[in-house]
Every structure is written in structure tokens, then in C-alpha cells.
């Protein structure tokens, strides 16, 4: 049984984790999918669109913290599934955004959360692609420009590695796997 544990630990810390981040609209979900089957691997789901789009009411400050630890769930599961790299469609320094933005607050847990994050890069998708409106989204025009600019301020305090991923289409593509690229060969 232990030297079961230990070959899963080895496993799971070996796998390079990704995080596509940004301010909404920006390609995260098409960019996490493409990755993901480019490098026959898993990614976890952005669980917050899902979740809103179900509600009969607007969402509080408990929804957010029950789509956090569900998106932390998430991760552990598909960390399961992945295959050297695992990739995310959003993850936890949104989450504290979107508490802050709303609410002027954060729960302390989540901090804690982020602050122990193993993440080996963030691709922080540009605002250079128009934004969509749909029904879960509220934050165009100069939303997203300040958006964009408090993803970037968190990673840089935070001290990630990160990487702006700029361009449409399969430019945007290939600009976010040369990027990995870097990190796979590492």
C-alpha cells in the first residue's frame, strides 16, 4: 500500500500544472480544450459557468465559495487523469478576484489555497480578441482592461511564472504551446 502512495505522489508531483487565466471572453475555455488534445491530456473545467448558468437567483458570496472548493476538487480528480501536463481553465487567483471585485473580500482559506499553489505557469489571456456577451458573462469594456491588469498584479505578487498569450485563432494556439513547450523541456 505505501509504495503505492509513493509511486502516485511521484506521478502527481512529476505532471506540470497550467493554468489558463484572464479576464472573461478571452479564449480560456477553446485554449485549455486545444491544449489538452494536442497533448493527450485532461484539463479541469472552468466549474463557475456551469454552476451560474443552473442558479434560479443571482449568485453570493457562498456560491463563489462553494464553486472554489468544488474547482479544487476538480483538480485533484483530473490530476488523476493527466498525462505529464494537466491544464486549467481558470483557477483560484479568478476566484479571489471575483471575491474581491464583488465583495471587497476574500475568504482567508482561499488565500491559504492559493498561496500553497504548485503551479508551474500561468497563460494569462490578452484582451486582444472581442468580447462575447452571453448570459453568464458581466464584465466587458473597461471591465475587462482593469481585470486583465489585477490577473496580472496577483501573479506577479504571488510570484508565478506566467506568460501573456496574445493573438487570434491558431496564433493564439501556438503562441500558449511554445510557451509550454518551454516548461515541458525544462
Do not use: H
Not at 484572464?22 to 485532461?42: D, F, I, Q, R, V
Not at 443552473?54 to 464553486?67: H, P, V
Not at 510570484?159 to 501556438?174: A, D, T
Amino acid at each position: 500500500m505505501e509504495k503505492r502512495v509513493t509511486n502516485y505522489m511521484n506521478k502527481v508531483n512529476k505532471i506540470k500544472k497550467i493554468v489558463i487565466t484572464g479576464p472573461e471572453s478571452t479564449g480560456k475555455t477553446e485554449l485549455a480544450n486545444n491544449l489538452s488534445n494536442y497533448y493527450n491530456t485532461s484539463f479541469v473545467p472552468e466549474y463557475a459557468r456551469d454552476y451560474i448558468s443552473r442558479l434560479k437567483k443571482s449568485y453570493n458570496y457562498y456560491d463563489i465559495e462553494n464553486i472554489a472548493r468544488k474547482q479544487i476538487e476538480l483538480s485533484k480528480t483530473q490530476l488523476k487523469n493527466a498525462n505529464k501536463i494537466l491544464f486549467f481553465d481558470t483557477y483560484l487567483i479568478i476566484t479571489k478576484v471575483w471575491f474581491q471585485w464583488v465583495y471587497n473580500d476574500c475568504p482567508e482559506w482561499l488565500l491559504k489555497e492559493i498561496k500553497n499553489l504548485k503551479i508551474d505557469l500561468f497563460l494569462l489571456c490578452n484582451i486582444d480578441i472581442p468580447w462575447i456577451p452571453d448570459p453568464v458573462r458581466e464584465n466587458g469594456g473597461t471591465n475587462r482592461i482593469k481585470l486583465f491588469e489585477i490577473y496580472k498584479t496577483e501573479i506577479l505578487n504571488y510570484k508565478f511564472n506566467f506568460e501573456i498569450v496574445s493573438g487570434s485563432g491558431q496564433l493564439r494556439f501556438e503562441n500558449a504551446k511554445s510557451y509550454v513547450e518551454k516548461i515541458i523541456n525544462e
